[in-house]
């Protein structure tokens, strides 16, 4: 390799990694919001969910009540017991 070459390459990595220093930095989150993600939060401090569609606003408590009480149904199966297949609904 010649010596232009090897200049080009090592300032081109060097400005490569200069860039990427200054754009995590400006990216990243700051360390007390990152300590704060990392706790968890008792469900009474959450804020409520707005349901929509009339439905209002609701607990997370309530929510998470209501989901205890009433699971989610169980897949429906075909008559020969295999599980229904998935479609992909693409524009």
Do not use: W
């Not at 390459?9 to 860039?19: G, K, P, Y």
């Not at 009540?65 to 989610?72: R, S, T």
């Amino acid at each position: 390799m010649n010596r232009e070459s090897l200049i080009f390459c090592a300032v081109t990595l060097l400005a490569t990694a200069a860039v990427c220093v200054v754009g995590f930095r400006l990216a990243a989150l700051p360390p007390e919001a990152v300590a704060a993600a990392k706790r968890p939060a008792p469900p009474e401090q959450l804020p409520d969910v707005d349901l929509g569609a009339g439905f209002g606003k609701v607990s997370v408590i309530e929510l998470v009540a209501h989901y205890i009480d009433n699971p989610p149904a169980a897949p429906a199966r075909r008559a020969s017991g295999a599980p229904a297949a998935r479609r992909f609904g693409g524009c």
